[in-house]
T-cell receptor, first 114, second 112 residues
Framework: GEDVEQSLFLSVREGDSSVINCTYT??????LYWYKQEPGAGLQLLTY?????DMKQDQRLTVLLNKKDKHLSLRIADTQTGDSAIYFC??????????????FGQGTTLQVKP | EAGVTQFPSHSVIEKGQTVTLRCDPI?????LYWYRRVMGKEIKFLLH????????ESGMPNNRFLAERTGGTYSTLKVQPAELEDSGVYFC??????????FGSGTRLTVV
């Protein structure tokens, strides 16, 4: 199938770390992405990881990829109230002709409490 | 560099009416994609243009949806006639590389 699965909701306290998890299905996926959607706004690319990498770090964001288990996680260190948003995991699905379409999960709503 | 622009940002129409959504990609991006998020569910792929050609339209729900990209620049997505289940947020994305995607802010369509 083409399912990308995410938990729907996560609540953390300001200053704590947040970990958002995602599982995907296509072992041939070359790129995996995390997008952020703030209320009333569009999709903002946070980071992406190439499938030959295990980890990628960018300031407060750490992405971990376990290709064997098809598991992707996004860790946000020192979570702030401005991090409250919906976070979407996506895999880039290759087809003949390299259409490169994205398969998204349902999104995880992150609530950060002061 | 201007981003991906979509308009209108919101549209409320009655069942049976026609609505046309527009997407202006980043200049020079050959790849243009349409996606849709129906209430609380995952964002689903609709179709992919490379320049003016439809590369993959496997996600289009039915023949009430018509997408065009005349001249390989902006794209329109027309829904005719609209049904209640067409309500959702329609996103457009463009890419020059085929793996780096820039999304627009989306058009929220409400069919009443």
């Amino acid at each position: 199938g083409e399912d990308v699965e995410q938990s729907l909701f996560l609540s953390v306290r300001e200053g704590d770390s947040s970990v958002i998890n995602c599982t995907y299905t296509d072992s041939s996926s070359t790129y995996l992405y995390w997008y952020k959607q703030e209320p009333g706004a569009g999709l903002q690319l946070l980071t992406y990881i190439f499938s030959n990498m295990d980890m990628k770090q960018d300031q407060r964001l750490t992405v971990l990829l376990n290709k064997k288990d098809k598991h992707l996680s996004l860790r946000i260190a020192d979570t702030q109230t401005g991090d409250s948003a919906i976070y979407f995991c996506a895999e880039r699905k290759l087809r003949a002709g390299n259409t490169g379409k994205l398969i998204f999960g349902q999104g995880t709503t992150l609530q950060v409490k002061p | 560099e201007a981003g991906v622009t979509q308009f209108p940002s919101h549209s409320v129409i009655e069942k049976g009416q026609t609505v046309t959504l527009r997407c202006d990609p980043i200049s020079g991006h050959d790849n243009l994609y349409w996606y849709r998020r129906v209430m609380g569910k995952e964002i689903k792929f609709l179709l992919h243009f490379v320049k003016e050609s439809k590369q993959d339209e496997s996600g289009m729900p039915n023949n009430r949806f018509l997408a065009e990209r005349t001249g390989g620049t902006y794209s329109t997505l027309k829904v005719q006639p609209a049904e209640l289940e067409d309500s959702g947020v329609y996103f457009c994305a463009s890419s020059s590389t085929g793996y780096g995607y820039t999304f627009g802010s989306g058009t929220r369509l409400t069919v009443v």
